[in-house]
Nanobody, 121 residues
């Protein structure tokens, strides 16, 4: 069982920056990748940024060039550096991981509380 706890959200002005953090605990050795997701009320949760244990990253088109995903040295911490924030980045941000189940890749944990990011002047 793996748990993720997100932090670092808040209010930022357009063009501003925030850094989100996520700490994983439990059976983290089973995790093969981690990601940041976001959800606006009434809409589906979307993948924002993704990083594998090998360090390969991918981003949603809407955040490329503005957001950077990284892992801490101890591998159980995930970060999302968000620069040049836009009002449309306003959402609840969640982190989660992926693990192997037989030959399938599945989500590592239930969704946590997330952290609210609000971009407004």
């Amino acid at each position: 069982q793996v748990q993720f706890v997100e932090s670092g959200g808040g209010l930022a002005q357009p063009g501003g920056s925030l850094r989100l953090s996520c700490v994983a605990s439990g059976s983290i050795s089973s995790i093969i990748a981690m990601g940041w997701y976001r959800q606006v009320p009434g809409e589906e949760r979307e993948l924002v940024a993704h990083i594998t244990v090998g360090g390969n990253t991918k981003y949603a088109d809407s955040v490329k060039g503005r957001f950077t995903i990284s892992r801490g040295n101890n591998k159980n911490t995930l970060y999302l550096q968000m620069n040049n924030l836009k009002p449309e980045d306003t959402a609840i941000y969640y982190c989660n991981g992926e693990r192997l189940l037989d030959v399938s890749i599945v989500r590592a944990s239930d969704w946590g509380q997330g952290t609210q990011v609000t971009v407004s002047s």
